[in-house]
């Protein structure tokens, strides 16, 4: 009886461990998944590096027009100043051209008196 029971307690070892062990099979089939996760990856790294190169791109893109805008900006009120000064110095001297019209014609009127 003990050896009976020694006998098949040695075939249930047997037994657990044989069905325990990884296979070549299993072996191969757990570093092909390792090996295509580790491509995934690789890819999704060099995806995430081709993502902040376009982001850097656009960055540089952006902060060039925003420098752009900037410089129109300025130019348009230089030129708006030019304008207002232009138009100071065309009233000046439209007012210059009434004084002496007004100063012709007050000459003028006292030459019709005498």
Known sequence: MKKSLLVISMMSVLAITVVGCATKGDLEKVQSQEMLT????DQAAQDAQAAKAAADAATLKADAAAARAEDALKMAEEREKIADEKAKIADEKAKIADEKAKKADD????SMMK
């Open 38 to 41: 580790s491509t995934k990856a």
């Open 107 to 110: 000459m003028f009127q006292k």
